[in-house]
């Protein structure tokens, strides 16, 4: 029996027993037993948890711990609500335990009421795998609340937040291509840790929301309720119920119910094409085949010599490594495959996608453009790349009009743009002299 089953099985919980009474109609016994499962859910105590994973570095905090964290779940905290419940910033001091240092966290908050025996699985499931899990590539799972109808996981915050939000609702700036594939290979990494551990595990809901970006943009796995343990001997497979988030599951998964790590690894395809196009996996405000990522660049893929630059994120202005996207086209593809045994390893992915971070001798350069003055420059969004005509904000006057350039074309922060400023949008190089002046 897994780590997970064992941990299961000490709260009188029997996963797959309760998989296939999900899957069914629920006779009259059957809704008896389901409520003593809920009753037992609800009756697991704090002691009972934190015994179990005793051998873990993880802290249980308190109900009112957790308030003063984030002062009392305040709106001013709120960073965003997902399939699990809202989440809300948090501040801890190096008061609040021992070893524990300071520092900002993220607060998960599932209510039982609403969520009832699923919530507290994927709650469950979270606590074990992050709890028996590390690497740089999963999100740190700081600690956990179990107290009354209360469930909450405490995470290492991530200040960059998710994938999602990047790729698809920032519209002042569009992710740089060095980026993006830097996200992709990180992304890569994790879950072929998760596939080669000692106990394999299937993530099952791999996505651009559930990939977590930190302040350099080191893309780290998050969100583990959907985890499972992979086939053990003989087996090929795991039969459960279908779930995740459809665009991104594999089509022979949504048949027939049969999981494998080749499942994710289709999943891995398809953040890989959004991370290319700049389309998101289901778009219904799109025409006809166009609303299904795979199914509309899928010809594409197949001829990335000739046609890749059709489906590539115009966002980018072509500031990509033609090289570099080829490749990373030609694993996407093979991971997009209908038979699963035609896919690769997510080893055999890592090991193709990290040689192209250093293709980019092919990237295009374009044109540098500034501007002088006024209030155009003041109230303009920050672009990719920025230059400005002083060192800093307290530059005197006698020094401006000079080309300095703060940051190259793939800088991860975009400036803010000041009056006087100057911007390029292809370069890192400073020029000879201004092409022009508007």
């Known amino acids: 029996m897994g780590c997970r089953r064992c941990v299961l099985a000490c709260f009188g919980y029997y996963e797959d027993d309760e998989e296939a009474a999900d899957a069914r109609p629920s006779p009259v016994g059957a809704t008896g037993r389901k409520r003593r499962t809920v009753m037992n859910l609800r009756s697991l105590s704090l002691e009972d948890l934190s015994r179990t994973l005793e051998t873990t570095s993880l802290h249980a905090f308190t109900l009112d711990e957790l308030k003063a964290v984030t002062r009392n779940f305040s709106t ?34 599932l209510d039982l009421d609403s969520d009832g025996v699923q919530g507290h699985r994927e709650w469950l499931a979270e606590v074990v795998y992050l709890g028996m899990l590390s690497n740089p590539h999963l999100v740190k799972l700081l600690g956990f609340c179990n107290q009354d109808d209360h469930r ?8 960059r937040g998710s994938l999602e939000n990047h790729l698809f609702k920032n519209v002042l700036a569009s992710l740089p291509w060095s980026t993006r ?3 992709a290979v990180g992304a890569a990494k994790g879950l072929a840790f998760l596939h080669e551990a000692d106990t394999p595990v299937i993530y099952r809901d791999f996505k651009a929301s559930n990939i977590l970006l930190d302040s350099d943009y080191t893309a780290k796995l998050s969100d583990f309720g959907l985890a499972k343990e992979g086939p053990k001997g003989d087996d090929t497979h795991v039969t459960t119920r279908v779930m995740g988030t459809h665009g991104y599951a594999a089509p022979e998964y949504i048949m027939t119910g049969h999981l494998t790590a080749k499942s994710d690894v289709y999943s891995f395809g398809v953040v890989l094409l959004e991370l290319l196009t700049g389309r998101r996996s289901v778009d219904k405000n799109r025409r006809g085949r166009e609303q299904n990522l795979v199914d509309w660049a899928r010809p594409y893929l197949r001829r990335a010599d000739d046609r890749l630059h059709r489906i590539m994120d115009p966002g980018m ?95 991860e922060s975009p400036l803010p743009l000041r009056k006087g400023d100057c911007w390029v949008t292809s370069a890192a190089k400073r020029p000879e002299s201004p092409p022009g002046v508007i």
């Not at 965003?80 to 900002?104: H, T």
Request: net charge neutral; charged share 20%.
């Open 76 to 109: 001013t905290n709120f960073l965003g609500e997902g399939g699990f419940g809202p989440v809300y910033k948090g501040s801890i001091d190096g008061k609040l335990r021992p070893g524990l240092a300071a520092q900002q966290v993220a607060v998960k908050y």
């Open 317 to 411: 202005e072509s500031q990509y490594s033609t090289r570099a996207a080829r490749g990373a086209a030609a694993v996407a593809h093979s991971c997009l495959q209908s038979v699963p045994k035609a896919r690769p390893r997510m080893r055999d992915v890592v090991e193709a996608l990290e040689p192209l971070l250093a293709q980019d001798d092919d990237v295009p350069m374009g044109p540098f453009v500034f501007t002088v003055g006024g209030g155009a420059a003041e109230s303009a969004p920050a672009p990719a790349a920025a230059a400005t005509n002083g060192a800093g904000d307290d530059e005197p006057a006698a020094t401006q009009g000079k080309w300095h350039v703060k940051s190259a074309v793939h800088a």
């Open 181 to 183: 594939l830097k996200i």
């Open 152 to 159: 909450m996981l405490v995470y290492e915050y991530m200040p």
